[in-house]
């Protein structure tokens, strides 16, 4: 296929899939071979086609597309849709060629075939191109300017598109206009706009594509099935016996070649002549090509490409005895010349095939060569027949001389002869080549169950070994699984010939023997298919399993540093032995503190039990949750002994500093007392000196007295409160916060405040007392 067809296939098919896919409101593609090769669009588009939902893997490896791409071949196979050498890794791979024979098989099925199925069951015939064309022809017979021989070069000038459309509805444009005053461009574009506007028909095609020398005949049967779809599909048999005799070098494009040589390689040619070439036997061995779901294959297969001669054979002239009337010698030398000249080249090419390999891919391509160089030969069985057909002619008019008979005879003979050794030759190599490309095969199978087996005993014993119960271990074990994934991948090498395989069985055990075969892959598939979705799958719960430990040994690590600072920190806070009142309430500030740091990480110890829970569920393993438990149990006696020791040396200070507080304050009072009553003494001696004595007491001064002992009391007892509620700031969160906050300037002004107005009410009602005394 040229790069030309190919990129105009390719924008073709894109187009068809894409206006499947609007039907449904799916997502369009953008590049046919890249956007496929997962396979999840494929399926995709069987969904549509087929109406059904299909399961796609949800990985995103290479495995998971082929199985992915692997499901939809099983699709096909099971709708009957005819795929030929296609395997899943030339998919996956990208491989051009073969996406778009995919593609077209695809279009095929459900476009055409599927279009037509009613009026071919109708009409009694299976050749639906045939079909298609006499329908054209039919429609289009009133149009003078139209002849449709073909689906390529017939609609290069843009009528034949036109002259459908006018067919049916003449009102939607002037016919003579098209004709006389549009480019073949021009009037491509005019249908294509048309067939969308009034029938809804997508415009698949582009005109510049179409109006070329010879435009692509599957992206024309394919818009012309379209057509089909939409405007009266009557056919008659009289319109199908005209296409029948049309002249087949019309009919037949050279793309079309291979493949009408293909059905003749099925047939049998017997030419009855004297001492004429022994007629071909029925083949004894027939050839399948299974493309199982299960296998992974390598990228791109190598295809055999028909040998040069047999293209150039199919191009030659077709000798015939009305070519070669009898009496005619001159014209019976020229063919039997041409005849020996390819014969010895066939038996040069049989040659060169050399010796047959002990490497199965290498055996494949000789099988499949060798089967081209089978159907040249059967191409050209006809023509050795012609020749010794027409020399029996000659032999028989009775015109020729004795020495002319002799020398036809010994031709013949020598002919016919060659021509046996040859035919007998290669058969003997066809045969060859698939006795031992089934040996290789078997062995092939052989291998691939040992190896299956050997591969499931060994999952079976991994998944009965416990997970852990470290860390390490774990990592030991994820490491073992990255080898296995490699065995893995370097098996997949070993099956890709798994994926195309040949089946030579004889003609009477045939079928019995192809449905044990399959019934053979499929139980390798499964199997093999089974271990891949293991692999998988423990791939994820070992990485998640992973995750899940890292994450707890890091919270676990922070939790322990942080026990060990503050465990540290309370070891270092003195309850005992103050030099001073400073630094009782220094000491007393940090206990606040570590208590602070305790109740806001609180809750780190059942974050760790749950992280500690959800580790154990996926692991499932005893000995990780004993050490796991033992761990936490191990951070709950660590944090409530903290928890104690900060509670303990709290209270210790706590009274340290009530008692401290308490002997300070009486200092401070007596003090005060003894400085107010020396002053007292002083105003009372001068005031002797220079007043009269003063009068007797009176029963007023005892209620004085009473109240300013009440008073005295009073304050007295307030600031005794005051040194506890002092003491309880010193220990309440809202000491906490502000220390946290930095700012304990509002909190020392409170207790300042408190502090100076208790002292100074108990100083002057100490004063008042003694005064009134």
Not at 378 to 407: C, F, P
Request: contains cysteine.
């Amino acid at each position: 296929m040229t790069d030309e067809r190919e990129d105009v296939q390719k924008k073709t098919f894109t187009k068809w899939i894409n206006a499947q896919f609007a039907k449904f409101g799916r997502r369009y593609i953008e590049d046919l071979f890249n956007d496929f090769r997962d396979g999840r669009r494929l399926l995709e588009l069987l969904e549509c086609l087929t109406g059904q939902k299909l399961a796609k893997e949800k990985g995103s490896t290479r495995v998971h597309a082929l199985n992915n791409v692997n499901k939809a071949i099983h699709v096909l196979q099971r709708n009957n849709v005819d795929l030929v050498n296609i395997g899943s890794s030339d998919i996956v791979d990208g491989n051009h060629k073969l996406t778009l024979g995919l593609i077209w098989n695809i279009i095929l099925h459900w476009q055409v075939k599927d279009v037509m199925k009613n009026i071919m069951a109708g009409l009694q015939q299976t050749n639906s191109e045939m079909i298609l064309l006499s329908w054209v022809r039919q429609l289009t017979r009133n149009y003078p300017q139209v002849n449709v021989t073909n689906f390529t070069t017939s609609w290069s000038d843009g009528l034949a598109f036109n002259a459908l459309l006018h067919s049916h509805r003449p009102d939607l444009f002037d016919w003579n206009a098209v004709v006389s005053k549009q480019s073949p461009v021009q009037r491509l574009d005019h249908a294509f706009n048309i067939a969308r506007k009034h029938l809804g028909i997508e415009k698949l095609l582009d005109p510049e594509d179409v109006a070329t020398a010879c435009p692509d005949k599957k992206s024309i049967l394919m818009y012309v099935t379209s057509l089909f779809q939409v405007l009266p599909q009557q056919v008659t048999m009289e319109a199908i016996r005209e296409v029948e005799m049309l002249p087949r070098h019309s009919r037949v494009t050279r793309e079309e070649h291979i493949e009408v040589h293909e059905q003749h390689f099925s047939q049998e040619i017997t030419v009855s002549v004297p001492q004429g070439p022994s007629p071909s036997p029925k083949p004894r061995f027939k050839s399948c090509t299974y493309a199982q779901a299960v296998y992974v294959t390598s990228p791109d297969q190598k295809r055999r490409p028909f040998p040069s001669s047999f293209l150039e054979s199919v191009e030659e002239k077709k000798f015939s005895t009305m070519r070669m009337g009898a009496g005619d010698l001159e014209n019976y030398q020229t063919a039997l010349e041409e005849v020996l000249t390819w014969l010895l080249s066939a038996e040069d090419a049989l040659q060169a095939q050399g010796d047959i390999s002990n490497d199965v891919e290498v055996v494949k391509e000789q099988f499949h060569t060798h089967e081209g160089f089978m159907m040249e030969l059967t191409a050209h069985q006809g023509r050795v027949g012609n020749v010794l057909q027409v020399g029996s002619q000659l032999l028989n008019t009775g015109k020729l001389s004795d020495e002319e008979e002799n020398e036809i005879q010994e031709q013949m003979n020598l002919l016919n002869s060659r021509w046996e050794s040859l035919r007998v030759a290669s058969m003997e190599k066809q045969s060859n080549l698939h006795k031992i490309l089934m040996d290789l095969q078997n062995q092939q199978l052989a291998q691939l169950g040992d190896w299956l087996t050997k591969t499931e005993e060994k999952t079976k014993k991994t998944d009965l070994e416990p997970l852990g119960p470290d860390l390490e271990d774990l990592k030991r074990q994820i490491e073992e699984h990255k080898a296995f994934q490699e065995d893995l991948e370097q098996e997949q090498v070993k099956v890709n010939s798994l994926t195309h395989m040949v089946v030579v069985v004889d003609e009477n055990s045939g079928d019995r023997a192809t449905a044990a075969l399959e019934e053979q892959l499929q139980h390798f598939g499964k199997r093999w298919a089974a271990i891949c979705r293991w692999t998988e799958e423990r791939w994820v719960l070992l990485q998640d399993i992973l995750r899940k430990w890292q994450h707890f040994a890091e919270e676990q690590c922070l939790f322990d540093a942080w026990l060990t600072e503050k465990e540290d920190a309370v070891s270092k806070i003195h309850t005992t032995g103050f030099g001073d009142q400073n630094e009782m309430l220094t000491n007393l500030s940090k206990l606040a503190i570590l208590k602070g740091d305790l109740e806001m990480k609180r809750q780190m110890m059942s974050k760790l039990k749950l992280l500690s829970q959800d580790l154990l569920v996926a692991v499932k393993n005893k000995a990780v949750a004993q050490k796991l438990e033992s761990r936490l149990e191990n951070f709950a006696q660590r944090w409530e002994s903290l928890v104690q020791k900060v509670e303990s040396n709290s209270k210790q200070i706590s009274q340290a500093v009530t008692t401290t507080q308490t002997s300070l304050t009486q200092t401070t009072v007596m003090e005060t007392v003894t400085m107010v009553t020396t002053r007292e003494q002083i105003l009372v001696k001068h005031a002797k000196e220079e007043l009269p004595p003063p009068p007797p007491h009176k029963k007023r001064q005892l209620l004085v007295d009473s109240e300013i002992r009440k008073r005295f009391d009073s304050d007295t007892t307030e600031l005794h409160s005051w040194m506890t509620r002092s003491e309880a700031v010193l220990q309440s969160p809202e000491f906490a916060v502000f220390r946290k906050e930095g700012n304990l300037s509002d909190l020392r002004e409170r207790v300042n405040v408190g502090e100076t107005t208790c002292l100074l009410s108990v100083c002057i009602s100490f004063y008042l007392c003694c005064h009134e005394c």
